[in-house]
């Protein structure tokens, strides 16, 4: 003979409570993994386009068209960061900085505000803008993309 005893069940807020954080967590945690899925997307992927309506950074979620209006063409140069010690990135104020890959707001070592995208340290070209920012990419040829910008700029 077997005897059964039932729990008295939780109030219905308990119950309520244990479904809405299972959601929410789960929700959560996809974005999270859609988020590093992005920024993993984007650190192979990202391009950087010289158009008509301005410098084309993307995809991904720090993605933005800067007007060329707003870019300062006497500053622009190629840099390697391992050397140009002014220009290394500091403090994250928006972003990830993940090895091998930064992207995002950044505060610099002379305390300048950047957006950077920075895969490769000694290959980056540094584009200062006319709205209190600088712009810093890593590209494969970066005295290439140096001396398209200055004729884009003419």
């Not at 309506?53 to 190629?78: C, E, H, M, N």
């Amino acid at each position: 003979m077997e005897n059964v005893f039932n729990i008295v069940p939780a109030a219905s807020g308990v119950y309520t409570f244990i479904w809405i954080f299972g959601v929410v967590m789960v929700v959560l945690i996809v974005g999270l993994v859609a988020m590093f899925a992005s920024f993993g997307y984007q650190a192979r992927h990202a391009t950087f386009t010289l158009a008509d309506t301005g410098l084309q950074i993307g995809p991904g979620l720090y993605s933005r068209t800067i007007p060329k209006a707003s870019v300062d063409f006497t500053g622009v140069r190629a840099m390697d960061l391992n050397v140009e010690k002014n220009y290394q990135l500091k403090w994250r104020t928006n972003g990830t900085g993940m090895p091998g890959f930064s992207v995002g707001w950044f505060k610099l070592q002379n305390s300048e505000k950047a957006l950077a995208f920075i895969t490769n340290r000694s290959s980056v070209v540094y584009i200062p803008t006319t709205d209190n920012y600088s712009v810093l990419l890593s590209v494969k040829d970066a005295a290439n993309m140096v001396a398209a910008l200055k004729q884009w700029g003419k």
